[in-house]
């Protein structure tokens, strides 16, 4: 069982920066792709960024140029730097690995972003 555990969520000023980690545990990490995935109350979850085994990455239209998803395998971790913050990105930000129907979650780290 792949476990992973998200941290660096809290809370932050328009404008803002934030550093999220996922750290992983008992999976071979370099061989499966990463991800951060958000939800809002009362909205779907949506992809925020992915990267690849080979560094690869994609983002969503609105994050493209203020996030960035980078992964360290010898420390079995995916990273997600946000800056210039905005309320909408308000959200429980969640880690993948392994993709969204078989691979796994971690429980999620709040970011609020408010005034």
Do not use: H
Request: glycine content about 14%; proline content about 3%.
């Amino acid at each position: 069982q792949v476990q992973l555990v998200e941290s660096g969520g809290g809370l932050v000023q328009p404008g803002g920066s934030l550093r999220l980690s996922c750290a992983a545990s008992g999976s071979i990490f370099s061989i499966y792709a990463g991800g951060w995935y958000r939800q809002a109350p009362g909205k779907q979850r949506e992809l925020v960024a992915t990267i690849t085994t080979a560094g690869s990455t994609n983002y969503a239209d609105s994050v493209k140029g203020r996030f960035t998803i980078s992964r360290d395998n010898a420390k079995k971790s995916v990273y997600l730097q946000m800056n210039s913050l905005k309320p909408e990105d308000t959200a429980l930000y969640l880690c993948n690995v392994g993709g969204v129907t078989f691979g796994s979650w971690g429980q999620g780290t709040q970011v609020t972003v408010s005034s």
